[in-house]
């Protein structure tokens, strides 16, 4: 059995964008891929990503914020920064034989209530959700 391809997901503090995405990974694609994520700086694992991801049945609330430095020395198949600063910072992920950016917005700066920031969590989630289906679902992905 050859391993499974590594992704790693970053974002800036690892806490919403980059949880998601692994979350997601993992339940969807797991049986193809081994999903990660670290942060350019260590937070919180955001509450709001939390809830939104159990509205869809997936429980990140195990998760912990990572920061790159966790991985160094480990290798990953592709590295995925999903926000434009930790592409800006990380622009190539060490480690990583393949680094690509797909960013998203940062849910957290959603204006409005506490109604209209966790709706602008879903609709990153769900962005989200869509771009790893259209690039890892296929059979041929990566």
């Known amino acids: 059995m050859t391993a499974k391809p590594r992704i790693l997901f970053v974002c800036t503090a690892n806490a919403a964008r980059s949880q998601m995405a692994e979350g997601l990974m993992r339940v969807k694609y797991g049986d193809r891929y081994e999903a990660f ?18 509205e869809i049945g997936i429980d990140i609330s195990h998760h912990r914020s990572k920061t790159l430095a966790e991985f160094a020395g480990r290798y990953f198949d ?6 434009d600063n930790a592409h800006a910072h ?8 393949k680094t690509i ?7 957290h ?14 609709q990153v989630r769900d962005m989200i959700a ?7 679902g296929s059979p041929t992905a990566q």
Request: proline share 7%; aromatic share 6%.
């Open 109 to 122: 700066l959603t204006q409005g209530s506490d109604e209209d920031l966790l709706n602008g969590y879903r």
């Open 90 to 97: 990380c622009p190539i992920i060490p480690g990583a034989k």
């Open 37 to 54: 994520s670290a942060g350019t700086r260590q937070a919180n694992v955001s509450v709001r990503a939390i809830t939104v991801m159990q």
């Open 101 to 107: 950016h797909h960013g998203f917005p940062d849910p």
């Open 130 to 136: 869509v771009w790893i289906d259209k690039t890892f």
């Open 78 to 83: 592709l590295a995925v920064t999903l926000c």
